[in-house]
């Protein structure tokens, strides 16, 4: 049961590690374009819907919040993605998330890891930022892919409801993922200051 089969890995093969550090953006500081209680209220929005959808990958993974985005590998940022081209047409999204493989110094040894931005609009309802988070960070963990279920989190193209919790399929893909051999995580042999491989957009 699932769309492992669906799932396209890597260019340095399947991106799963046994615990993912994640940054959120914090409530922004300074003058603001809308009035302060307006503003306090759409990021509190945001960070609501934001840590909903973490809590829900959280009952399949080990994942741990961190202040400083240097030691993340998922960056979650409170921002409507750019417009992009598809099909000779510009296109906007709700939500992305765009894949660099990287060697870093992690404890004096270097290993490959991901590295995720997290693109998620604050101009939707917080049911949809919820939607919208929990589908992203799906690929952000690794699910580089669509289901073709409208029901799944992943849902390569949404039903009518917004889908706020993982279905048994989307917890089955992902412990197929956990269980495939991976190179992430694990030291290399020498330093490499470059990235392994260029950013990678998903399209959400």
Do not use: K
């Not at 890597?10 to 940054?23: N, Q």
């Not at 993982?166 to 470059?194: I, K, M, V, Y």
């Amino acid at each position: 049961m699932g769309y492992s089969h669906r799932l396209t890995p890597t260019p340095a093969g399947w991106a799963r590690l046994a615990r993912w550090c994640v940054w959120v953006e914090p409530a922004a500081a300074g003058p603001s374009a809308v009035p302060p209680a307006a503003a306090a209220s759409l990021e509190s929005r945001w960070q609501q819907a934001v840590n909903a959808a973490l809590a829900s990958w959280a009952e399949e993974l080990v994942i741990v919040r961190v202040t400083d985005p240097a030691q993340a590998q998922v960056l979650v940022r409170r921002q409507r993605p750019p417009l992009r081209e598809l099909g000779g047409r510009l296109r906007a999204s709700h939500g992305r998330a765009s894949l660099q493989v990287l060697e870093v110094q992690r404890a004096g040894r270097w290993r490959l890891e991901p590295r995720v931005e997290v693109l998620i609009s604050p101009g939707q309802r917080q049911l949809a930022i919820q939607a919208t988070a929990l589908h992203e960070l799906g690929h952000a963990f690794g699910l580089w892919g669509h289901s073709d279920d409208p029901a799944d989190a992943l849902a390569a193209v949404p039903g009518r409801q917004p889908v706020l919790a993982l279905t048994a399929r989307d917890r089955a893909t992902l412990r197929w993922l956990q269980a495939q051999p991976s190179r992430f995580g694990q030291p290399l042999p020498a330093p490499a200051a470059a990235p392994a491989a260029a950013p990678v957009p998903v399209q959400p």
